[in-house]
């Protein structure tokens, strides 16, 4: 639960954490995501369903989360999800850069996802929260990319 403030105009706004926020907007962050997958025309090229395209959303999100959530300084564990991500979309059809195109495009969907919620964020956690995001996803690409190229 977030720390009520008084918004001006509109009454008190919740203050939450990165990784709240990030969790209540999983759907929306979703959605985000397949909409910027939908307007690469490569991407497009490989036909999938909603639940092949998406499904791996879900759980690389809630690494993400779970490591925001982190002690400072705890190493976080190698996500699984990320390697079975990789091995799926090798035999997908994909290429490497179609994979890194995603992970790109996630990355853009939570930074958006942020911004629209930037009346709820605490701003003292902000820089380090978006560095554990971009660093977690770069991770998890990282992992992908082992599994997909290990053949």
Known sequence: MGIPIEAASTGS???ESVANI???E???????WLSRVELESDLRSIPLTFEERTSHLPRLLHDVIARLRLDT???ASVSDAAGI???LRRKQGY???????????????IFSMLHRNVRCLDFSKLLPDVAIIADEVDVQLTQQMMRFMAV
């Open 13 to 15: 706004v919740s203050i």
């Open 22 to 24: 990030l969790e209540r």
């Open 26 to 32: 999983l759907p929306a962050v979703t959605k985000d």
């Open 73 to 75: 300084g705890t190493k």
């Open 85 to 87: 991500h990789g091995d």
């Open 95 to 109: 290429t490497a850069a179609m994979a890194v195109q995603e992970s790109r495009l996630l990355q853009v969907s």
